[in-house]
C-alpha cells in the first residue's frame, strides 16, 4: 500500500485499528498533553492514517513524504508533505486540553514550489481539530483526531464529505519517529 499506506480496502482499515487499538491499551507514556508532552518533540513521518487528504500523505493522484514536526517550547508544530518539486506546509498551535489532548488550532497553509516560497494562506478563525494522544513510545505515536465542534475549510469546500471526522476520535494517525 505504500509509504505512507493509501488507497487500503475498509476490511484492512478495521484490521489496522483494531492493531492500534491493543497499542494503545499498553501506552506507556502518561500525560503526554502536558506534563510528558516532551516526549512529543521533534520530527514524525506519518506511516499511515484513515484521514482525508493531505493529512493522510495524499495531495491529489499524487502520494508524498508527510512528516510533523512538533515544538514543544514554542507551542507549535509544522505538518510537511512532500511531493517532489511541492512541499505543502500547515502550521498550527494548540492548547491543552487534557492530560491526553490537545485542541490544534490551524494557522497558515503554505506551498513551496521548486524551493520557492509561495505566499501563506491563513486558515479562517476557528479552524481547529481535537488530537487525542492515544500511544506515544522513543519511536511510535498514535494519534486520534477529529473536528470536535471546529471549523473546517474542506469540509465546507465539499473536498470530502460533512459527516466525516466530525468525532474528536475520528481518524487515526500512525507515526514514527524519522
Keep these: ?9 475498509k476490511e484492512v482499515q478495521v484490521q489496522i485499528d483494531a492493531l ?5 491499551a499498553e501506552n506507556p507514556t502518561e500525560e503526554v498533553a502536558t506534563t510528558n508532552a516532551n516526549a512529543l518533540a521533534g520530527r514524525w513521518r506519518v506511516r499511515y492514517s484513515d484521514c482525508v487528504p493531505p493529512s493522510n500523505g495524499q495531495f491529489g493522484p499524487f502520494v508524498g513524504k508527510a512528516y ?4 514543544i517550547e514554542a507551542g507549535r508544530y509544522c505538518n510537511r508533505l512532500e511531493l517532489g518539486p511541492a512541499t505543502v506546509e500547515l ?3 494548540w492548547e491543552v ?7 490544534v ?3 497558515t497553509l503554505q506551498l513551496f514550489l521548486f524551493g520557492l516560497e509561495l505566499p501563506a494562506i491563513s486558515f479562517p478563525k476557528g479552524t481547529a481539530k481535537t488530537w487525542c494522544m492515544t500511544y506515544t513510545d522513543e519511536d511510535t505515536r498514535i494519534v486520534r ?4 465542534g471546529g471549523y473546517s475549510p474542506s469540509r465546507d469546500l465539499g473536498l470530502y464529505d460533512k459527516s466525516q471526522g466530525l468525532a474528536k476520535d475520528a481518524f487515526v494517525f500512525v507515526m514514527t519517529r524519522d
Design 1 to 9: 500500500y505504500g509509504d505512507p499506506a493509501t488507497g487500503i480496502p
Design 20 to 24: 492500534c487499538q491493543r497499542l494503545e
Design 68 to 71: 510533523q514536526t512538533v515544538d
Design 91 to 93: 502550521t498550527a498551535d
Design 97 to 103: 486540553r487534557d492530560d491526553t489532548s490537545w485542541r
Design 105 to 107: 488550532n490551524f494557522r
Design 145 to 148: 483526531a477529529g473536528a470536535d
